[in-house]
């Protein structure tokens, strides 16, 4: 079935080495919604094609070296979640009890609301997921690259942070016991919020820093010169993938959109997220 986009006007923050907003800037973006029943949608936002350059700027602070070098990368048009996925959508795709690590131990046993982030699942629950969603709407449902996971998290900008230079925990949530440069310290939650908390994104994007580490199609290698576009980004087959983004367990210096964890696909921790992208769905 053809979707039918829609527009949403939203407000995105910029602020100082300090922390402090310095600019408000509205912003629109269009979206799709999947329906997944009881009134249970996903928010698709569009991500027009582009190119954006990849890796930590040159003296960024306490970036690592498999950051570096940065490089030109083009990437075509595609749809990705809004927010990362949630209990609540989970179990309305996969059901209560589908995480194929169910028999293992949960390391946090919390009742999580509906509007948290589903966690505590393996790389491979994530592509389940993904599989299943594509099989029930007729479009195809799959992780993002890590390519296109930066290029959906700097939405245009080139700052550790999408925020700027800082991040702070008024603006997501991770340890706030520890700053980034010039940053302030906070409230360290030691758990997932619900989705939607903090600012977006210039994208209309939620979350990108922070709450949960997100997984990626992909594993990483190191960048080299002469792979200019996202289709040439080897995903790797090995044991190890990529997660993006940091936790509300990290410091804020994992949460930098440069920033990568390799981990290994058969692990989890409740920490451990996911968001959707959507390829060339039909447009109404």
Not at 30 to 56: C, D, H, Q, W
Not at 114 to 133: E, S
Not at 136 to 158: H, K, M, V
Not at 167 to 192: C, I, S, V
């Amino acid at each position: 079935m053809p979707i039918a986009p829609k527009r949403i006007k939203l407000q995105t923050v910029k602020v100082n080495r300090l922390g402090e907003i310095i600019k408000r800037t509205r912003i629109e973006t269009t979206y799709f919604e999947e329906s997944l029943g009881n009134g249970i949608v996903l928010k698709m936002v569009r991500m027009p094609s582009g190119a954006f350059v990849m890796g930590a700027a040159h003296g960024e602070q306490e970036a690592n070296e498999n950051e570096y070098p940065q490089r030109e990368v083009t990437v075509p048009e595609f749809w990705i979640g809004q927010y990362v996925v949630t209990q609540a959508q989970w179990k309305a795709v996969m059901g209560p009890k589908t995480i194929s690590s169910q028999q293992t131990p949960n390391t946090t046993n919390k009742v999580k609301k509906p509007l948290q982030p589903i966690d505590n699942i393996f790389w491979t629950d994530a592509v389940d997921f993904c599989q299943k969603l594509s099989q029930r709407t007729g479009r195809d449902y799959r992780l993002p690259s890590n390519a296109q996971w930066e290029y959906a998290c700097r939405a245009g900008t080139t700052t550790p942070f999408h925020f700027g230079d800082i991040l702070t925990p008024d603006l997501a949530n991770y340890n706030g016991n520890y700053t980034y440069a010039q940053g302030p310290k906070g409230q360290y939650r030691e758990q997932t919020t619900e989705v939607g908390c903090f600012p977006p994104n210039a994208f209309g994007l939620y979350d990108m820093h922070g709450n949960v580490w997100e997984w990626c199609l992909d594993g990483w290698q190191s960048f080299q010169a002469g792979s200019s576009s996202e289709q040439n980004i080897q995903r790797l087959s090995n044991q190890k993938k990529a997660l993006r983004g940091g936790s509300w367990f990290y410091l804020p210096t994992n949460c930098r959109a440069a920033y990568h964890l390799t981990y290994p696909f058969h692990n989890r921790t409740d920490d451990i997220g996911f968001r959707v992208v959507c390829l060339a769905p039909q447009v109404a």
